[in-house]
């Protein structure tokens, strides 16, 4: 096997950075100061006017975010224990985790094979008198079809909340961002997502102050008063470090998510095998961020063989579907076989900003010299 380039290079993109990093960790070293603070507060009034939101709350991580959101409406009396939430299959676990943590029902429907996001019909076929909630995954940083699922919302009394932790920045044709597209949407700033901290983090957006209340009480032990505790909380609070080293890569997001649709326009210009489907584009091109390249190919343990023999790296988001998790054993048997297949045939390709030149030429030719 030739030596492989990174299939993402974290400490190159942070590395752009580096003296603002630097200088936002001395700060907040300084400070003595180092949870829930003035950088978490501004973090969060810059990512809010980002988002288009009225709020934005840090937290610890991405799941913890959704799990609050779903906390959150249980607190207001919006969902009770055991009603039905909607969500995709194909999703990373944590969309159903939260529903699980907040003592909900997940409820598995199939995607859209050309979008892979969850399908407005499958939604309405799942739909019963249990349902209160749709959490809407933005997968691989493409918007979900959110026009769609807020008329089904609407029609049936039902919360409609974003799962946004692979799309910071995306924007739909009314120019409204990803964060301000439902009733709440939860982020992540794992590492390696589009908006990335220095170790985990996240945070959730909404317009709905009542919901945000119960949540900076939630995320904080129960509390908005110190020693005095109104609700069962959790210890979920995003740090000053964190908070500081996110306001200095939001400034590039924007910049970051356009390198990255350069990098997939260039992808689907070079790009020209009969065995690889290419990843659809949407009509509304920002409404793409690219958090993934995500190609479907039969033969796909063929291909990334015949990839990493080229020295190009891939992987697979994600090669076990949700309904056939041993932590979801109970869903074993649901028929979900649109989310099987794609689970059998997606490959991501590397796509990320500053990914040298010669490295996305190399990824193109060996895609297309690929035989089955
Ligand atoms: C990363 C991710 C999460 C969870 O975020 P963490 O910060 O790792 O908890 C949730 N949903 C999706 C779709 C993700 O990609």
Redesign the pocket.
């Known amino acids: 096997m030739s030596d492989m380039f990174p299939f993402l290079d974290l400490a190159g993109i942070n590395r752009r950075d580096e003296a603002a990093l630097t200088e936002a960790f001395q700060r907040v070293l300084r400070s003595g100061w180092y949870v829930l603070g003035t950088e978490v507060a501004a973090f969060e009034a810059e990512y809010a006017a980002a988002c288009g939101v009225a709020h934005a709350i840090g937290v610890g991580?991405?799941?913890?975010a959704?799990t609050l959101i779903l906390r959150g409406y249980r607190q207001l009396g919006r969902l009770a224990e055991g009603d039905e939430v909607i969500l995709p299959d194909n999703?990373?676990v944590?969309?159903a985790l939260a529903v699980s943590e907040a003592g909900l029902t997940p409820v598995l429907v199939e995607p859209a094979l050309d979008t892979f996001n969850i399908d407005p019909a499958a939604v309405e076929a799942a739909i019963s008198p249990r349902t209160r909630a749709i959490i809407a995954?933005h997968?691989y940083g493409r918007l979900a079809d959110m026009q769609r699922l807020r008329a089904l919302a609407d029609q049936h009394g039902l919360l409609l909340i974003e799962?946004a932790?692979?799309a910071h920045g995306a924007v739909d044709a009314r120019g409204h961002a990803a964060g301000a597209l439902g009733d709440a949407a939860?982020f992540?700033?794992?590492p390696v997502?589009n908006l990335g901290a220095l170790g985990?983090?996240?945070a959730l957006t909404t317009n709905d102050d009542a919901l945000a209340e119960q949540v900076r009480k939630l995320r904080n032990y129960g509390s908005s008063r110190k020693y005095v505790h109104e609700l069962q909380g959790i210890n979920s609070r995003l740090d000053e470090l964190q908070a500081a080293l996110l306001r200095v890569k939001l400034a590039r997001l924007a910049d970051d998510a356009q390198a990255r649709r350069d990098l997939a326009a260039r992808y689907l210009a070079g790009i020209d095998n009969q065995h690889l489907q290419l990843p659809q584009v949407p009509h509304v091109s920002e409404s793409h961020v690219w958090h993934q390249f995500v190609m479907r190919c039969e033969a796909r343990e063929a291909l990334q063989t015949h990839l990493e023999r080229h020295g190009v790296p891939s992987l697979i988001h994600y090669p076990i579907p949700i309904h056939r998790q041993a932590a979801y054993a109970e869903f074993a048997d649901r028929h979900l076989p649109l989310s099987q297949r794609l689970a059998g045939e997606v490959l991501s390709l590397p796509l990320y900003p500053g990914m040298a030149n010669e490295w996305v030429e190399q990824t193109i030719e060996a895609c297309n010299a690929f035989r089955v």
Do not use: Y
């Open positions: 991580n991405g799941l913890d959704l999703s990373f944590a969309t995954v997968l799962d932790a692979q939860g992540s700033f794992f997502k985990d983090a996240g």
